[in-house]
C-alpha cells in the first residue's frame, strides 16, 4: 500500500474517532455501524483531509488554524447548529447559558476550540509524524479533491434537514440568518487563510520547552476547555465570567503554541507532545464512559480498547522518533 494512500485513509478514519469515540458523543458500537460510519466519515475525514490539502497546496504553515477553526464553525454553526439551538441534546447546564445575540457563547467557544484541536489539528499532526515524508505534499489529486469536497456537501445536504427535523430541537430552532452568518464567517476564514501575507507566527517562540512540560500544557487546556463551561453553569457562576475566563484561557494556549511550536526545526518530540497531551484527556473519558455505564457490556464497550489502541500507536510512534533523533545525533 503506498505511503500516500496510507495517509489518506489515516485522516478519513482518525478524525471522528478522536473526536466522536473519544468524547462520548457517539459510542463505539455506534460508530461501527455503516451508516452512522460513512456520515461521520464524510464530516470529519473529508473536513480534515481538504484542510490538509488545503495547507499543502497553499504552504499555510500556522495560518492552518483559520481552516480549524472554519471547520468547527461550519459543523456546529451551520450543519449541527447547536450554537444556537438550546434544544440541542448535548447541552445540558449549558442550555441558553450565556445566550447573547442568538448565540450560546460558553458552548461555541469550548467547540471551537475542541474541533480545531480534537478533530483537525490532532489528527493532522498524527499523519505528519507516522509520514514525515509527506508532510508538506499534497495527497490528493484532481478527482479526489473534487471526492473530498462532494462527500463534505453531501453530509451538509443530509444532515442539516436531519438534525432540523429532530424533536428536541424543533421548539427553538434558530433562523436561517444567523446560519448564514456562520456560513460567510466560514467562506471569510477560508479567505484569510489563502491570502493572509504572513509567513512566520505572529509570535515569535521562545525557548525549547521539554516534551513533558508540552505534554501537560495539552492536557490541562483539554481538561479546562471541556471542564470549566459545564461545571461553571451548574455552580450558577454569571455567564460573562465564564466567557472572560474561556477568552482567556484560548489566548494562553495560542501563545504558548506558538511560542514552544513555532521553531521551522521543532523537535518531533514536541509534536508529539502536544498531540499525547490532547489527546490524553479524552482517552481517559472514553475509559470513563465504558466502566461508568450500567452494566457491561453497554453501549460504550470498546471505548477502552480503542483507548488503548491510540496509546500504543503513540508510545510506538514516540520510539521511532527517539530513534531516528539518536540516529541524527550519531550522524553528526
Given amino acids: 500500500m503506498k ?68 471547520y468547527g464553525i461550519l459543523e456546529e454553526g451551520v450543519i449541527v447548529q447547536s450554537f444556537f439551538n438550546p434544544g440541542w441534546e448535548d447541552l445540558g447546564f449549558l442550555s441558553a447559558y450565556g445566550m447573547f445575540l442568538g448565540v450560546q457563547w460558553p458552548w461555541t467557544l469550548m467547540l471551537i476550540a475542541f474541533h480545531a484541536t480534537i478533530s483537525i489539528l490532532a489528527p493532522l499532526a498524527a499523519a505528519d509524524l507516522l509520514w514525515p515524508d509527506q508532510k508538506d505534499e499534497p495527497l490528493l489529486k484532481t478527482t479526489g479533491l473534487v471526492l473530498a469536497i462532494l462527500g463534505l456537501c453531501v453530509m451538509c445536504a443530509v444532515s442539516i434537514p436531519g438534525f432540523r427535523r ?52 495539552a492536557f490541562v487546556f483539554q481538561a479546562l476547555n471541556g471542564i470549566i463551561p459545564f461545571a461553571f453553569a451548574e455552580h450558577g457562576f454569571p455567564a460573562g465570567v465564564t466567557i472572560v475566563i474561556q477568552v482567556v484561557i484560548l489566548a494562553l494556549a495560542v501563545i504558548f503554541a506558538f511560542r514552544v511550536l513555532g521553531f521551522p526545526n521543532v523537535v518531533e518530540k514536541s509534536r508529539w507532545a502536544v498531540l499525547f497531551g490532547s489527546l490524553a484527556f479524552w482517552m481517559i473519558i472514553a475509559v470513563g464512559h465504558e466502566f461508568s455505564g450500567s452494566g457491561w457490556p453497554n453501549e460504550y464497550s470498546g471505548a477502552g480498547a480503542v483507548s488503548l489502541g491510540i496509546v500504543t500507536l503513540l508510545f510506538l510512534l514516540c520510539r521511532r522518533i527517539r530513534k531516528t533523533e539518536e540516529g541524527t545525533s550519531t550522524d553528526g
Fill in 3 to 70: 505511503t500516500r494512500f496510507k495517509a489518506i485513509v489515516f485522516l478519513l478514519i482518525a478524525p471522528p474517532i478522536f473526536a466522536e469515540v473519544l468524547s462520548g458523543s457517539t459510542p463505539p458500537l455506534a460508530f461501527v455501524e455503516p451508516f452512522t460510519c460513512v456520515l461521520l466519515v464524510l464530516l470529519y475525514g473529508c473536513g480534515a483531509l481538504l484542510i490538509r490539502e488545503l495547507r499543502s497546496r497553499w504552504r499555510l504553515g500556522w495560518r492552518v488554524l483559520l481552516l480549524a477553526v472554519a
Fill in 166 to 217: 429532530m424533536p428536541a430541537m424543533v421548539e427553538t430552532l434558530p433562523g436561517w440568518e444567523i446560519i448564514s452568518i456562520s456560513g460567510m464567517i466560514v467562506a471569510m476564514l477560508i479567505v484569510a487563510a489563502k491570502v493572509s501575507p504572513q509567513k512566520t507566527p505572529p509570535i515569535l517562540p521562545g525557548k525549547q520547552t521539554r516534551p513533558w512540560v508540552v505534554f501537560g500544557a
